[in-house]
């Protein structure tokens, strides 16, 4: 089957600004979407972008979307110890299905 | 109220045992999903229903039997598993997408089980 991407792991220093990378798959994906999760927790919905979009910003976090690369970041600005976790990209791309890439696993040191 | 709530958080179960998994929403949402997730990988849909009807279902196991009683609930009834069942089970609601807008999931916190 066809895979949403991300790179596994990120660190980065606290302050300093992330940005995790996703490639997704369907070009006819209405929404994408990016969550987080926490050790021993659910996934909690940061943010989505409608796919005639191609920049959506919201406090620290700006997501930037590339159609035409079927390209998805994330960027965190001034990222904090507490944004340590693992980020997924998703994809809408029926009615009701969704595809998750891997995750990212983002360490914050200090 | 934006939660998705499961219970119980952590279940131990042997493979003859039956149980259950349980699920809540009150934000109105149509669309209901359950998902399994082992550790370090993501999420894979497992049931969705849709207006309290099964819309899917991922080839999963008769061993695990979905249930929709109302538009708020819905269940997962578990019998006779095996150790390579346990894993992290989430709960996520949504608009049902013929209501419009982004779709998004809302999940619940989790029920850890663990089949011995």
């Known amino acids: 089957g066809e895979d949403v991407e991300q790179s596994l792991f990120l660190s980065v220093r606290e302050g300093d600004s992330s940005v995790i990378n996703c490639t997704y798959t369907?070009?006819?994906?209405?929404?994408l979407y990016w969550y987080k999760q926490e050790p021993g927790a659910g996934l909690q919905l940061l943010t989505y972008?409608?796919?005639?979009?191609d920049m959506k910003q919201d406090q620290r976090l700006t997501v930037l979307l590339n159609k035409k690369d079927k390209h998805l970041s994330l960027r965190i600005a001034d990222t904090q110890t507490g944004d340590s976790a693992i980020y997924f990209c998703?994809?809408?791309?029926?009615?009701?299905?969704?595809?998750f890439g891997a995750g990212t696993r983002l360490t914050v040191k200090p | 109220d934006t939660e998705v709530t499961q219970t119980p958080k952590h279940l131990v179960m042997g493979m003859t045992n039956k149980k259950s998994l349980k699920c809540e929403q009150h934000?109105?949402?149509?669309?209901m999903y359950w998902y399994k997730q082992k550790a370090k990988k993501p999420p894979e849909l497992m049931f969705v229903y849709s207006y309290e009807k099964l819309s899917i279902n991922e080839s999963v196991p008769s061993r695990f039997s979905p249930e929709c009683p109302n538009s708020s609930l819905l269940n997962l009834h578990l019998h006779a598993l095996q150790p390579e069942d346990s894993a992290l089970y989430l709960c996520?609601?949504?608009?049902?997408?013929?209501?419009?807008?982004?779709?998004?999931?809302?999940f619940g916190e989790g029920s850890r089980l663990t089949v011995l």
């Open positions: 998703a994809e809408r791309y029926n009615n009701n299905d969704m595809r």
């Open positions: 996520a609601s949504s608009q049902a997408a013929v209501a419009g807008g982004a779709g998004e999931l809302f």
């Open positions: 972008i409608f796919s005639n979009m």
């Open positions: 369907d070009s006819s994906s209405t929404y």
């Open positions: 934000m109105g949402h149509r669309a």
